[in-house]
């Protein structure tokens, strides 16, 4: 790591680098990589003293930098910064700034904090995947008090019809969103697609707790997509 930054700095000093938002994105994964938080906050108080502009790439690197810590404070730290840059400089905090978080948070193992950083993701809507639920929802699946919260999640977002009621059961972080803005949309339309791979990944460890709901959810997966095979059939019609 050491390295790296002397021979960033040389080049940088003859002219044949620029140091801008995107080195400092890479430098924090570089200091991720080696365990050393420490040099990555001094990198960042060396980008603000350059007078560069921090863009949602440097965010979501000093985020996840911050979160290979494992220490709390640090990760305070880390997302205090970026909301104080991002405010200073006019950055708006963007999807991948907020699965950044989400994930920082669910990895240190409060599901409250990263549910409610979800809803704020939700109220700036700034959801356009579901790619912000990859970590939180598999999370709260394996948690058994939270278990039945990640299966009506699951369920709201996948536009799936059960006769669970999916809003009573919804985890109370999230209770204050307007429904419908929990599901991502594409080009600014609402989306029921959820991937394979994250719907499998829920089920897998909601199953352990919720055997009968497991199977209920699995079910209405398969109408859906007989539903959507039945559509894609009509329009080659």
């Not at 200073?88 to 409610?116: E, G």
């Not at 008090?145 to 999230?174: C, N, Y």
């Not at 791979?197 to 109408?223: G, Y």
Request: glycine letters at 4%.
């Amino acid at each position: 790591m050491e390295q790296a930054e002397t021979l960033l700095q040389t080049l940088s000093e003859t002219g044949a680098v620029e140091f801008d938002a995107f080195t400092y994105a890479h430098l924090f994964d570089g200091c991720s990589n080696a365990n050393n938080i420490r040099k990555g906050f001094e990198l960042f108080a060396d980008m603000k003293q350059r007078g560069i502009i921090p863009n949602a790439n440097t965010f979501s690197s000093l985020i996840r930098m911050a979160s290979f810590s494992r220490q709390r404070c640090v990760l305070d730290r880390a997302i205090e910064e970026v909301r104080e840059q991002g405010q200073l400089h006019n950055v708006p905090l963007n999807i991948h700034v907020y699965r950044s978080m989400v994930n920082a948070w669910t990895a240190h193992k409060d599901l409250s904090l990263a549910l409610k950083i979800v809803a704020e993701c939700v109220q700036a809507k700034q959801l356009t995947n579901d790619a912000i639920y990859e970590d939180i929802l598999p999370a709260l699946a394996k948690h058994a008090a939270r278990a039945k919260q990640g299966a009506a999640l699951l369920g709201l977002i996948s536009g799936i019809h059960s006769s669970h009621d999916f809003v009573a059961m919804l985890p109370p972080e999230l209770k204050s969103v307007p429904l419908m803005r929990l599901r991502p949309t594409q080009n600014g339309k609402e989306s029921h697609s959820v991937t394979c791979k994250l719907a499998t990944s829920v089920l897998r460890r909601l199953h352990h707790h919720e055997p009968q709901l497991t199977q209920n959810l699995c079910l209405a997966f398969q109408e859906q997509l007989k539903m959507n095979l039945t559509k894609l059939e009509e329009s080659f019609c």
